[in-house]
């Protein structure tokens, strides 16, 4: 989901992958990430349309991905619990 | 695409084709192609290539991947069978008729099966709504001569001693009915009560939802003044008012405190109490007699025994008011009641009944006159429902009959249908149909056909079982609590599964050993086609035979009921009005006030137009005797024969004129009449049944006998028998005493509520408003407690046999009919399929009359086999009915001739339809079609 959020409006199979992989520095399959994708969009936390073709696609037209405002808060709050968390972690290494 | 698809390496490229979803490639292609070259510029072009490769196989697990061979398969299948399922809707609807006979066959079948298995669920087999039911346990006490009159519970004595000695129960507790009136409401109130030992509600472990039950000490004189409401009471009398605890209300003559409302649902022993009262434990050495307790019995000084009786019944609950307090003469009397106890852990029944017959042996009182008494310890919930388990299950094997015929029917049906349709089966299989496609596609059709058949047979059900409850026979205890719960409609389930698995594997079997070729060339049938006709010959069989047991049952039932009803009563019960009133005890005290007032009310009464006659008793002539008294004849001439065993007879008090009013003349001597006052010598009339029992001489007018108090009885006439209708109307043993010359002990069990018996010219009914006003005029503090007519109370006493009787009636009808329908079937589908010999025959020159009588023997060979199979089946079942059935034997001859000529007639009208077709076949355009 972040992938999909740092990539903004050109978000679609190869710019997720290769942001994870940048990120994670792990090879990662486009098979993977499509089907992560496609768990997110189940649970209406990303949405998807059909971008316009590309000269690097081929002239393919590809499918682009964002986040719903649904997946925005879930995020958040993901990151908020995390923050949560690693206050407390810090207060107790402190 | 020609220049995109170059950029793709080869290999990724015959991949992708092989496993992307062709809708999706593009997209897929096109990350790929991308990815590729970003990757060249990484990792150089093998690399790039072997990791293009693997993207493109790691699609195939994902949404935009071809779905794999399992998943295709099944996807497959699915869409086969819901192609299948829309076939055979499609199919069915085309052919109404019998999609109309099967539906109805399953509807029936099915619903009845749902609405006897649910009441046998909430009436016999889920447990009492207690806490651990299965340790509660009701004591019987049995000896002596009353041993075949019936439960009535057991001696106060021995509940005291078991209670304070014996180990075998946790604990005990003591109750008795009653019922009383209620005055300090609006309008006075007649209310069903019973009075329990306080530790009652610690045995069922029930709690009340306002205030409390009794304190320990409340079966103690000067504690007991409490009472607890039924939680109907509580709505229907005091509007749910939530602060009625702790105020007072007049029950009878006494005035008690409210303690307690006990939860809705809660009904001990049945739906019909309102409140509980406390019961004494211990009675002063000079007893009174508590007439509250509509079976306590007391025993006179001469040892003989006498038992009130429970007056419920037609009567209605008419017990005299409980808890009036002390009043009456002074004897040595002992208290009868119900006892229910609590088992000690790893106490079983027997056990119990062991020790308290050890109890009873050490009791002196209880075996003075030599009586052996024993104890008998039943489980609530069998001693509760006991009487109505055989009946029940009776039912249920009915019902199992119908459910077996249904579906012998059905697979005939369904049988005769794919031979209908061999050839468009055979035409399936032609163009490439597996056998594996063609068991599917009639299994589909039995499903659409089971599952329409199970909703409408649940429909059924739900209507069935509103239509039994609202019917409320009464003589099945917990009826109430009966309705279609989540493990019958289980049941449900399973018997449409059962079924649907025996009619759809059975055509599905015929499906796949379908001989093509042989059903190809079989053009439009001929008698080589019935195939399977024998093993369908053999469901007919079956199916008569069960419909012929069922019918002998419902037959049997149907002429013992209808004995019963015909039975001669012994009086005249039309145009005779029934009133049971009862007397405030506080304003008629004594038997002087309840006479002068059954005088005037009989004066009064006969002055009202329309009314012949007027009388009072002390029961309904078609009520047994509420009062049961052992006595011991002996004949004048005869010395005193000390081994005279004394026998139970029923006590009836009767206003003069009784006799005259229900229409019965002596059959010996005299009735009683006004001239029989109280000063002259006490009289009494037997009837013919208690002659016998007490003399052994069917007239012993002039005989004497002792009777309670010392009291010394010229027997001055006989009647004939009076009966009380019933399951079993055995000829009762009364004595009819004239109320004038009662024994001092009996007046205040005979008085407070009375019987008012009036002959009419009209319809009795339409006399009932000026009675009720007279009874008004005379006294307004009088409760008419019930009315109705003699004739709809005798009705009543039959509800019990003519509901299983109907019952089993409609099931045997129904199976009949379905037993009809499967012959007619059966042998519609003999004719059709033989149609061309019979079109060859007519051709060559047979008669009409050799082809009719051809299809006439084949029918009625079936159903004469099947009646045979049937009368032998039933010669043995219907022992089972025995206990059921009045003046009828089991094994009856006139029912089973009856039931067979009825039968026959019917498989005959099920033959000659189809026989009759066979003789209209026209032989030209038979055989110009072929």
Not at chain 2, 174 to 187: G, H, I
Not at chain 2, 444 to 462: D, P, Q, R
Not at chain 2, 602 to 611: N, W
Not at chain 2, 733 to 762: C, E, G, H, K
Request: proline share 6%; with cysteine.
């Amino acid at each position: 989901m972040l992938a999909v959020r740092a990539r903004g409006n050109d978000a679609y199979g190869v710019t997720v992958q290769q942001t994870i992989e940048a990120s994670a520095s792990r090879r990662v399959t486009l098979g993977a990430v499509y089907s992560a994708l496609e768990r997110l969009e189940r649970k209406q936390l990303v949405r998807s349309r059909m971008g316009g073709g590309e000269a690097k696609q081929g002239g393919r037209r590809k499918r682009l991905f964002r986040l719903t405002s649904l997946g925005i808060d879930t995020l958040a709050s993901a990151r908020d619990a995390r923050d949560v968390l690693w206050g407390l972690a810090e207060v107790n290494d402190g | 695409m020609a220049d995109s698809a170059s950029v793709v390496p080869a290999p990724a490229r015959w991949l992708l084709r092989r496993l992307c979803d062709v809708r999706y490639r593009d997209i897929v292609e096109g990350d790929v192609t991308e990815l590729f070259y970003l990757r060249v510029a990484a990792m150089g072009r093998w690399r790039a290539t072997w990791w293009a490769c693997r993207d493109a196989i790691s699609i195939s697990g994902t949404g935009y991947g071809l779905p794999t061979l399992s998943q295709r398969k099944r996807k497959e299948t699915f869409m086969h069978f819901v192609r299948d399922l829309r076939h055979a809707g499609r199919a069915l609807i085309r052919t109404p008729s019998f999609t109309v006979v099967v539906l109805i066959t399953l509807a029936l079948a099915i619903g009845a099966n749902t609405v006897i298995f649910s009441v046998v669920d909430g009436v016999l087999l889920s447990p009492l709504p207690y806490v651990e039911p299965e340790d509660i346990a009701v004591v019987q006490q049995l000896g002596g001569e009353l041993n075949d009159e019936g439960p009535s519970g057991a001696s106060q004595s021995l509940f005291l001693e078991w209670r304070e000695n014996g180990r075998a129960f946790d604990q005990l507790a003591m109750y008795s009915m009653e019922s009383a009136t209620v005055t300090s409401l609006e309008e006075p109130v007649r209310m069903n009560g019973v009075a329990v030992s306080p530790t009652l509600f610690g045995i069922l472990r029930v709690e009340p939802v306002q205030g409390r039950t009794f304190a320990p000490n409340a079966e103690l004189p000067g504690n007991d003044d409490g009472i607890l409401l039924s939680h109907g009471a509580w709505q229907r009398y005091f509007g749910s008012d939530t602060t009625v605890v702790g105020t007072t209300l007049r029950l009878g003559s006494r005035l008690r405190n409210i303690l307690g409302v006990m939860p809705a649902g809660f009904a001990f022993p049945d739906a019909s109490i309102e409140y509980w009262v406390p019961m004494l434990a211990t009675l002063p050495e000079s007893m009174t007699v508590s007439i509250g307790a509509d079976e306590a019995p007391p025993s006179p000084p001469q040892g003989q025994r006498r038992e009130t009786r429970t007056q419920g019944g037609p009567g209605g609950p008419g017990g005299p008011d409980g808890g009036d307090g002390p009043e009456g003469p002074e004897a040595h009397m002992e208290l009868w009641g119900r006892v229910v106890g609590r088992l000690a852990a790893g106490v079983s029944p027997a056990m119990a009944a062991e020790e308290g017959t050890t109890i009873l042996a050490g009791l002196d009182d209880q075996s003075s006159d030599g009586t052996v008494w024993t104890a008998e310890v039943t489980p609530m919930q069998e001693q509760m429902v006991g009487s109505v388990r055989g009946p029940l299950l009776m039912l249920m094997g009915a019902v199992g009959f119908v459910l077996l015929i249904a579906c012998a029917n059905i697979a005939n049906l369904i049988l005769a249908r794919s031979v209908e349709r061999r050839k468009e089966t055979a035409v399936r299989a032609a163009i490439g149909a597996g056998v594996g496609s063609l068991v599917r596609y009639t299994l589909a059709e039995s499903l659409l056909l089971t599952a329409a058949g199970g909703v409408l047979g649940l429909a059924a059900a739900v209507f069935g079982l509103r239509a039994i409850s609202s019917l409320g026979p009464d003589f099945i205890p917990r009826l109430d609590e009966v309705s279609i719960d989540p493990g019958v409609l289980g049941f449900t389930l399973l018997v449409m599964a059962a079924t649907a698995l025996v009619f759809g594997l059975l055509p599905a079997r015929a499906a796949a050993k379908l001989d093509l070729n042989r059903a190809l060339k079989a053009e439009f049938g001929t008698a080589t086609g019935i195939g399977r006709s024998g093993f369908r010959r053999l469901l007919v069989t079956v199916e008569i035979a069960l419909a012929v047991v069922l019918l002998v049952g419902a037959g049997l039932l149907v002429s013992s009921f209808i004995r019963l009803t015909s039975i001669d009563v012994g009086y005249d019960p039309e145009n005779l009005l029934h009133l049971n009133i009862s007397l405030p005890a506080t304003a008629y005290p004594d038997a002087e006030s309840h006479l002068s007032y059954y005088d005037q009310l009989v004066e009064r009464l006969e002055a009202l137009p329309g009314v012949s006659a007027a009388t009072v008793a002390s029961q309904t002539p078609y009520a047994p005797a509420n009062i049961r008294i052992a006595i011991s004849a002996q004949s004048r001439d005869e010395a005193p024969d000390p081994d005279a065993r004394p026998v139970p007879v029923g006590v009836r008090m009767v206003e003069n004129g009784y006799f005259d009013a229900i229409g019965v003349s002596a059959a010996d001597g005299r009735v009683l009449d006004r001239d029989d006052r109280p000063e002259d010598r006490p009289v009494a009339v037997l009837s013919r049944a208690g002659a016998e029992a007490m003399f052994g001489d069917p007239n012993p007018v002039g005989e004497e006998l002792d009777f309670i108090g010392g009291q010394r009885l010229e027997i001055v006439g006989v009647v004939d028998n009076a009966r009380t209708a019933g399951v079993d109307p055995t000829p009762q043993a009364d004595i009819f005493l004239p109320y004038r010359q009662a024994p001092a002990q009996m007046v205040p069990m005979l008085f407070r509520t009375a019987q008012v018996l009036i002959r009419t010219d009209p319809a009795p009914l339409s006399v009932l408003p000026s009675v009720r006003a007279a009874l008004r005029e005379i006294d307004s503090q009088v409760l008419v407690i019930s009315a109705s007519t003699v004739r709809d109370r005798v009705a009543d006493s039959v509800a019990e046999p003519r509901f299983y009787a109907s019952l089993v009636a409609a099931f045997a009808l129904l199976s009949l009919t379905l037993a009809a329908v499967g012959i007619y079937g059966m042998l519609a589908y003999v004719v059709q399929q033989g149609v061309r010999d019979t079109a060859i025959r007519r051709a060559l020159g047979a008669p009409v009359g050799q082809i009719l009588g051809g299809v006439l023997r084949e029918g009625m060979g079936l159903a004469v086999v099947g009646l045979t199979a049937g009368i032998v089946g039933a010669f043995f079942l219907m022992r089972t009915l025995e206990s059921m059935l009045f003046e009828i034997e089991p094994t009856d001859p006139m029912s089973f001739a009856i039931v067979s000529v009825i039968f026959l007639a019917v498989a005959l009208l099920a033959v000659w339809v189809p026989a009759r077709r066979a003789t209209r076949i026209d032989p030209m355009e038979v055989l110009r079609y072929e």
